[in-house]
């Protein structure tokens, strides 16, 4: 093989490549399906036009055998007459458009039996053309499909890359590390600033008042359950017992004592309408 044709041979594949590549199924379906109806109407033109020969050939036909009768009744008018050398000639003269009559017979049925042909094809045809215009639709339905499907596996395809998760991560830590910075700048400004040591201070005057400790123990020892907390008071009665007993110093009252017992508001009712004026004296005597 010489170098020219090897050249144009691979010409040819490039150009038909190229063109196998720029081949949109859409576009193409869509221009054939073009042709085929402007093949159509062409065919629809030709037999038109053999149908209207037919009809002329029919005509022609119809026309020759009216002549016919026409030169045979002037055929009996001769011969009425007498004149069987002019019934003669019109014989003859009938018989030429009887001749030329059957010749368009013959045409015309001919003709006819073309013409009923082309309606055939034109009927295949028209039913190819309806066929393919279904294709096309089917065919175009599944192009825009494959597509779909393409362009879901081409987004997979990329969600399935690692190197989109790796900038997720690396913008996480990135994020991590301003957040970080921001944090370490707050708190510099604020021992710049003197406001750590006063947040500090703050947080201990708020913190000052009774702990969680002292107000649980002091919780226990209303219930009679532990010693009540210095500095608390506890409740005195309003009866029941003697305002000396009550005013002596580190001598704790009855109602102090009913109270640290744990008694309730109820017991204590009834201790006070008790009289303890005898428990009194034996107390007394009892000092002395």
């Known amino acids: 093989m010489g170098?020219?044709?090897?050249?144009?041979?691979?010409?040819?594949?490039?150009?038909?490549?190229?063109?196998?590549?720029?081949?949109?199924?859409?576009?193409?379906?869509?221009?054939?399906?073009?042709?085929?109806?402007?093949?159509l109407a062409d065919a629809k033109k030709a037999v038109a036009v053999a149908i209207a020969d037919e009809k002329k050939l029919q005509k022609q036909f119809s026309a020759e055998q009216e002549k016919s009768k026409e030169w045979e009744r002037k055929?009996?008018?001769?011969?009425?007459?007498?004149?069987?050398?002019?019934?003669?000639?019109?014989?003859?003269?009938?018989q030429e458009h009887e001749n030329i009559a059957d010749q368009y017979q013959q045409q015309w049925a001919a003709q006819k039996q073309a013409v009923e042909k082309l309606k055939d094809a034109l009927r295949l045809l028209n039913n190819k053309i309806e066929e393919a215009k279904r294709?096309?639709?089917i065919l175009i339905a599944r192009k825009k499909r494959a597509e779909?499907?393409?362009?879901?596996?081409?987004?997979?395809q990329g969600l399935g890359d690692?190197?989109?998760?790796?900038?997720?991560?690396?913008?996480?830590?990135?994020?991590a590390l301003m957040e970080a910075e921001a944090e370490a700048g707050a708190e510099l400004a604020g021992e710049l600033s003197g406001d750590t040591l006063e947040s500090k201070f703050l947080a201990l005057e708020a913190g000052g008042g009774?702990?969680?400790?002292?107000?649980?123990?002091?919780?226990?020892?209303?219930?009679?359950?532990?010693?009540a907390p210095k500095g608390a008071s506890a409740p005195q009665l309003k009866a029941g017992a003697s305002?000396?007993?009550?005013?002596?110093?580190?001598?704790?009252?009855v109602g102090e004592t009913l109270s640290a017992s744990g008694l309730t508001a109820e017991d204590l009712?009834?201790?006070?309408?008790?009289?303890?004026?005898?428990?009194?004296?034996?107390?007394?005597?009892a000092a002395k």
Do not use: C, Y
């Not at 779909?148 to 997979?156: D, G, H």
């Not at 009774?210 to 010693?227: F, R, V």
């Not at 305002?243 to 704790?252: I, L, R, S, V």
């Open 3 to 39: 170098i020219f044709s090897r050249l144009g041979t691979l010409i040819k594949s490039n150009i038909n490549d190229l063109i196998t590549k720029a081949e949109d199924p859409e576009k193409m379906l869509s221009q054939v399906l073009l042709e085929m109806q402007q093949q």
């Open 75 to 94: 055929a009996m008018v001769a011969v009425r007459a007498g004149d069987d050398a002019l019934a003669r000639q019109a014989l003859v003269r009938k």
């Open 135 to 137: 294709k096309k639709n």
């Open 148 to 156: 779909a499907q393409q362009q879901i596996a081409n987004t997979m």
């Open 162 to 175: 690692t190197s989109a998760f790796d900038t997720f991560d690396r913008m996480a830590d990135r994020i």
């Open 210 to 227: 009774a702990s969680e400790d002292d107000a649980l123990a002091e919780l226990k020892a209303k219930m009679g359950l532990l010693e």
């Open 243 to 253: 305002d000396d007993d009550a005013g002596k110093e580190g001598t704790p009252g």
């Open 269 to 285: 009712k009834e201790l006070e309408d008790l009289d303890l004026s005898e428990f009194d004296t034996k107390d007394a005597k």
